[in-house]
Nanobody, 123 residues
Framework: QVQLAESGGGLVQAGGSLRLSCGAS????????MGWFRQVPGKEREFVAA????????YYAKSVKGRFTISRDNTNNTVYLQMNNLKPEDTALYYC????????????????WGQGTQVTVSS
């Protein structure tokens, strides 16, 4: 089963940018569609973005569309989340996830998860 490790989180002012990375190991990276999710205490894990194996099809939550971009580097087994124009409501623990299934827009469809990286946006 693939193992995932996120990095790139931190503290940023509103309007700023961050790029999250997620490295994959122990699996065939190109076999997986990849997703980014986020969670704040007391709330369910929320879909942010996903990208299919082919790197052609991407999907975004309405709250981040136009500000966030998901991409993947199949050579280096890494998926990225470029986050621009960050807002305080983007503050959360961000998780990377992998699935071999077709559905990618909810946490229940993903079987492999990283430990998460914290993103904090100050106003």
């Amino acid at each position: 089963q693939v193992q995932l490790a996120e990095s790139g989180g931190g503290l940023v002012q509103a309007g700023g940018s961050l790029r999250l990375s997620c490295g994959a190991s122990r699996g065939t990276f190109m076999s997986y569609s990849m997703g980014w999710f986020r969670q704040v205490p007391g709330k369910e894990r929320e879909f942010v973005a996903a990208i299919r194996r082919s790197d052609v099809n991407t999907y975004y939550a309405k709250s981040v569309k136009g500000r966030f971009t998901i991409s993947r580097d199949n050579t280096n087994n890494t998926v990225y989340l470029q986050m621009n124009n960050l807002k305080p409501e983007d503050t959360a623990l961000y998780y990377c996830a992998a699935t071999t299934g077709l559905a990618v827009n909810a946490a229940r469809f993903f079987g492999s998860w990283g430990q998460g990286t914290q993103v904090t946006v100050s106003s």
